[in-house]
């Protein structure tokens, strides 16, 4: 049971409601069974004992640590403030933190090894998560009654006693337990919640323990960052010690404490101009070297949550190393091993989380930053057309497309596609949405003066998205979210860059809007409806509603006046009606997937699912009745007569316009008639 993480939670949850009954009596008859116990293990520590006794010894103390934990963060669930029941919970506390100070003594150390005593280390993590969450935070007294047992009995007066003793137990087992992925990741997670708490991350800053990590923190000192199977506990570590570290952002901390990295990308980067070839760089560097690097940069990067501390890294790794990581990425293109840091990186680098990439108006980092995410994206999308694209199709690989929808090539399936191609893809697509939306990036200039970062990295990404067939596209997730949510950056943004493309890739894009309009995931559904308000505004703005007799903008399509001048429409106008005129289902296959959505499912963001369906009506005009009478036809002839009924109402007082107001009109109308038909439904 000790391994079955569910049914070891199930027993221990019941535990505090039944020992706080009668407090008094059930920590003493705890404790007595501990106190033997833990008295023959110090004696464990100083002369031999045989090894299935100290086997039995451990599982017994493992199931008495996890004991004590669970009653004392049940003080949480019983909400209970007694002084009494406080002294008790230090009696037990008192006995577990006895017992974390005698087993990494002694003939214990040789013990490492063996599962049972993994076993208890474990539950030493899950006491001191449970004694963190009650008696270490903002809320929690000094002079609660636990402190005062602690301190009567061990000499641990205070929170920074306790957390010095926590440290200590946690760089231990970083030290010692390199090749065990579960205590290195469950040590951490304690670590990151404690630097995590306000109070708790300041009390660690003052000892002297965090200090000396912050300058020897690694692979030297711990081993477990060696690790092949801690790669992604590197990131956390990493992470945070810097969030440590920027608790006090002075630029000279900074230096010293990526010093060590520092040097390793120095290093890295006479390698690369050594190399003559990619291949000559592979046998040079280790591949788990390079690997391991862009995991512990990517926790660092994570940890920069302010302009001043993200300007740090920004200025150590611009533009100075940039070149090196892109060599990089060309060297070991083929290898997700190191692909997937590097890419996982970068889309970090490039995130605008709580603003933290906000530059002087006269700076150009974000452009410059922004050519460095294009540079990535163009290079590993040449590396997959190098490889080869499965299931690829002709123009780019493209899925097969119809004027109704698509039909894939066949889905590929399975981890390995998605490990080898895929994960890749989505890093990719990641990176360049958050490129996009970070608002630090005039993308105009760029057309400007002559620069083709810009479109080459949408054509990259296109490409990538294209060799994907959409089965695949849609099954896999992560993927789907990455690329929904760059469509509606593209949509938002460049809808004209959408609309210029080929016919066959604007229909797959159209075609996979309405797959992502139909998905459970509401953040997929509402990027697709974004995505598509926003292309469906950009026609009926630029070709339909000239053709309506409503312009909206200065001029149609046959240039005749409007507004307040005559100007050319914009780039992808003329391409959008080509593609519409060719597959007019397009948009009316929308508004009818939209329609079907919002009146006949359950849908928790009909508010976004309703913005888009204005703009398709406008744009498809006299087949709107023709998709309303489909509707209406759909349903049990006993409902027909109602919902005919509710959608002569939906154009109410609404114009055709898609002027905010009109919109929200439409939406309001939207609402009240989906109410009034599922409340008679």
Request: charged fraction near 15%; aromatic fraction near 10%; glycine fraction near 6%.
């Amino acid at each position: 049971m000790l391994d079955t993480e569910d049914a070891l939670a199930e027993q221990l949850d019941a535990l505090p409601y039944l020992m706080r009954y009668q407090y008094d009596r059930s920590a003493q008859y705890l404790t007595s069974i501990m106190d033997p116990t833990i008295e023959y293990f110090k004696q464990a520590s100083q002369q031999p004992f045989p090894g299935p006794q100290l086997s039995l010894m451990e599982g017994q103390l493992t199931w008495l640590v996890y004991i004590a934990g669970a009653v004392i963060k049940g003080r949480l669930a019983t909400s209970t403030n007694a002084d009494s029941q406080e002294t008790l919970d230090g009696d037990l506390a008192s006995r577990v933190f006895a017992l974390l100070r005698v087993a990494d003594e002694g003939l214990h150390t040789s013990r490492y090894g063996e599962r049972s005593r993994q076993r208890l280390d474990v539950a030493f993590l899950h006491f001191l998560q449970c004694f963190r969450k009650v008696y270490i935070g903002e809320q929690v007294m000094h002079s609660s009654k636990v402190y005062t047992r602690l301190a009567e009995r061990l000499g641990l007066e205070d929170h920074s006693a306790i957390l010095s003793v926590m440290l200590s137990k946690i760089g231990t087992n970083l030290r010692v337990y390199g090749a065990s992925e579960e205590l290195v990741h469950l040590s951490l997670v304690l670590f990151q919640e404690l630097a995590a708490g306000y109070m708790s991350g300041k009390l660690l800053m003052k000892l002297d323990a965090v200090s000396q990590l912050l300058v020897a923190h690694t692979s030297e000192h711990y081993a477990f960052l060696d690790a092949p199977g801690n790669g992604r506990n590197r990131t956390t570590y990493y992470a945070t010690l810097a969030r440590l570290l920027f608790m006090e952002d002075t630029p000279g901390r900074f230096r010293a404490f990526v010093m060590p990295l520092h040097q390793v990308l120095l290093q890295l980067g006479q390698a690369v101009a050594a190399a003559p070839t990619a291949a000559a760089l592979r046998q040079t560097v280790p591949v788990a070297r390079v690997a391991g690097l862009f995991r512990d940069l990517r926790g660092i990067a994570s940890a920069t949550a302010t302009r001043r501390t993200y300007g740090f890294m920004f200025e150590w790794l611009y533009p100075q190393h940039m070149p090196t990581m892109l060599k990089c990425l060309e060297a070991w293109a083929d290898m997700p091993a190191l692909t997937t840091p590097l890419l996982k990186f970068m889309a970090e680098f490039c995130f605008n989380k709580s603003q933290r990439l906000t530059f002087d108006s006269s700076s150009p980092n974000g452009i410059l930053l922004f050519r460095e995410v294009s540079k990535v994206v163009v290079t590993y999308a040449n590396s997959l057309a190098l490889t080869g694209l499965p299931n690829a199709g002709a123009s780019g690989g493209a899925t097969t497309t119809t004027a109704g929808g698509t039909a894939g090539t066949g889905a590929t399936g399975g981890s390995a596609v998605y490990d080898t191609r895929y994960k890749g893809i989505w890093v990719c697509l990641l990176a360049l949405a958050r490129a996009m939306s970070g608002n630090y990036v005039n993308f105009g200039v760029f057309e400007l003066y002559g620069d083709p970062a810009l479109k080459d990295a949408f054509d990259s990404a296109l490409r990538m998205v294209l060799s994907v067939p959409l089965v695949d596209l849609l099954a896999f997730r992560k993927l789907a979210k990455a690329y929904f949510a760059l469509m509606e950056v593209l949509a938002a943004g460049h809808a004209n860059v959408v609309a210029a493309q080929d016919t066959r890739t604007f229909v797959f894009l159209m075609s996979s809007l309405e797959m992502g309009l139909k998905s459970l995931d509401v953040s997929v559904s509402s990027s697709c409806a974004s995505a598509v308000d926003n292309l469906a505004s950009f026609f009926w703005r630029h070709v339909a509603s000239a053709a309506a007799g409503h312009p909206e903008t200065s001029v149609g399509l046959s240039g005749g006046p409007g507004g307040l001048g005559s100007s050319a429409p914009p780039h992808g106008a003329q391409q959008m009606a080509q593609h519409v005129a060719q597959h007019p289902n397009i948009f009316p296959e929308l508004l009818r997937t939209l329609f079907e959505i919002v009146l006949f499912e359950e849908c928790s963001n009909q508010w976004s699912l309703s913005r888009p369906m204005l703009a398709l009506v406008l744009i498809n005009g006299p087949m709107y009745n023709d998709i309303k009478a489909g509707l209406i036809t759909s349903q049990p002839p006993e409902r027909q007569a109602h919902l005919a009924a509710c959608l002569n109402k939906l154009m109410v007082d609404v114009a055709p316009s898609l002027d905010p107001k009109n919109k929200d009109r439409f939406t309001q109308n939207l609402t009240v008639l989906r109410h009034e038909y599922r409340a008679k439904a």
